[in-house]
T-cell receptor, first 118, second 111 residues
Framework: GAVVSQHPSWVICKSGTSVKIECRSLDFQATTMFWYRQFPKQSLMLMATSNEGSKATYEQGVEKDKFLINHASLTLSTLTVTSAHPEDSSFYIC??????????????FGSGTRLTVV | QKEVEQDPGPLSVPEGAIVSLNCTYSNSAFQYFMWYRQYSRKGPELLMYTYSSGNKEDGRFTAQVDKSSKYISLFIRDSQPSDSATYLCAMSGGGAQKLVFGQGTRLTINP
């Protein structure tokens, strides 16, 4: 149980175009989803936290107009990289938190999306 | 000072050795402690999850949390080449749902 499906797993796009990454919770409702960025040989850097039906909360230094996050349903969150440039090339990972009656149960991660902007 | 400190390694040990991975943290509000394993170009995979202080064992893996020292550990017994990966500690708490990660330790088990 507790599977998060992330698509696409890799994408190459031209500079100036936009790319959408989808993250779906397959067997649970994800009230809160997180988007991370990871550079080679580095840890995960939290970009934003999204709650279903409300605007995402972005971490300091993350451009909200460049990285558009939509969390329109309890099972789907999307990250759109707008007007992508080569410096946006990175590994993007989504995560969903699961809570129960006693509080936090855990976090489930997607398999990641490798974005290359040429 | 980072909220979570983890030695990035790399750490290389022979097959069968006991591996000890550690993290320290500064935020006393953290209550949930996790260890993730990440293979190259894949998403993190949850290995161990501990709430508050104590030990937890699962097969060859043991997680320890010492909240008084703000120190957590992951032990891997009888290490296998397939354990070669990056290991990330992560924690949350204090009303914030977001996970704070350590830098990750690159581990290689040599046959």
């Amino acid at each position: 149980g507790a599977v998060v499906s992330q698509h696409p797993s890799w994408v190459i796009c031209k500079s100036g175009t936009s790319v959408k990454i989808e993250c779906r919770s397959l067997d649970f409702q994800a009230t809160t989803m997180f988007w991370y960025r990871q550079f080679p040989k580095q840890s995960l850097m939290l970009m934003a936290t999204s709650n279903e039906g409300s605007k995402a909360t972005y971490e300091q230094g993350v451009e909200k107009d460049k990285f558009l996050i939509n969390h329109a349903s309890l099972t789907l969150s999307t990250l759109t990289v707008t007007s992508a440039h080569p410096e946006d090339s990175s590994f993007y990972i989504c995560s969903a938190s699961r809570t129960g009656a006693r509080g936090l149960i855990g976090y489930t991660f997607g398999s990641g999306t490798r974005l290359t902007v040429v | 000072q980072k909220e979570v400190e983890q030695d990035p390694g790399p750490l290389s040990v022979p097959e069968g050795a006991i591996v000890s991975l550690n993290c320290t943290y500064s935020n006393s509000a953290f209550q949930y402690f996790m260890w993730y394993r990440q293979y190259s170009r894949k998403g993190p995979e949850l290995l161990m999850y501990t709430y508050s202080s104590g030990n937890k064992e699962d097969g060859r893996f043991t997680a320890q949390v010492d909240k008084s020292s703000k120190y957590i550990s992951l032990f891997i017994r009888d290490s296998q080449p397939s354990d070669s990966a990056t290991y990330l500690c992560a924690m949350s708490g204090g009303g914030a749902q977001k996970l704070v990660f350590g830098q990750g330790t690159r581990l290689t088990i040599n046959p």
